[in-house]
């Protein structure tokens, strides 16, 4: 973990006037290997703030886009774009869930199958379908934006209930089923 601006204003590319606490904030921090960390900081005009912020923004654009997050140009692009994995995560639900037909088979291998398809489909699909649609916001209209947040807090929710072991949470909202369908 490096800084862009050091975390001293005497240190490399230091920087007079800012708090311990935005000397610390993410938008400061960029990972780097130890060589690399090593180097821009022995020569902090060849590596400039400016230079570094700018390979940190190209990562995450690389990575966005890794997730499908991309500009779309109409909401039926962010519709199609979300429809698969949306989709892969209605049949899980169905097919293993707490509502699923194997809740009444004592024998029943359900509640494991239930853990793992939560941890390996339908977590990094809701993860998927909240990084194609906050780099869409600007198509959601009406209640879409509250419908998005609650998303968010039902997948954070799942992870704390499947990851950390935290109980209840927001349930999916359905009115997620209906995002980006049509004009709003």
């Known amino acids: 973990m490096a800084h862009i601006f050091a975390a ?37 005009t060849a590596y400039p703030d400016t230079m570094i912020r700018s390979w940190k923004q190209t990562r995450a654009d690389h990575l966005a886009a890794l ?21 892969a995560n209605k049949v899980v639900l169905e097919t293993y869930g707490p509502g699923s037909e194997a809740r009444f088979d004592p024998e029943s291998d ?22 194609i649609l906050e780099k869409n916001r600007h198509h959601m209209v009406g209640r879409e934006p509250v419908t998005f947040e609650e998303f968010r807090q039902h997948t954070d929710d799942l992870i704390a209930r499947h990851l950390e072991g935290a109980f209840g949470g927001k349930m999916f909202p359905r009115a997620m089923n209906d995002m980006m369908h049509g004009d709003g």
């Not at 204003?9 to 993410?26: F, I, Q, S």
């Not at 997730?67 to 989709?87: H, K, N, S, Y």
């Not at 359900?110 to 990084?131: D, E, F, M, S």
């Open 8 to 44: 001293s204003d005497d240190g490399p590319r230091g920087a007079g006037g800012l708090t311990k606490a935005e000397r610390g904030a993410y938008e400061n921090l960029i990972l780097l290997c130890t060589k690399c960390h090593t180097v821009i900081d022995k020569a902090p």
């Open 67 to 87: 997730f499908g997050a991309v500009p779309l140009e109409t909401r039926a692009q962010v519709r199609a774009a979300i429809d698969t994995p949306m989709a």
């Open 110 to 131: 359900a509640p494991a199958l239930w853990r793992r398809k939560v941890l390996g489909t339908i977590i990094p699909n809701n993860k998927k379908i909240g990084a």
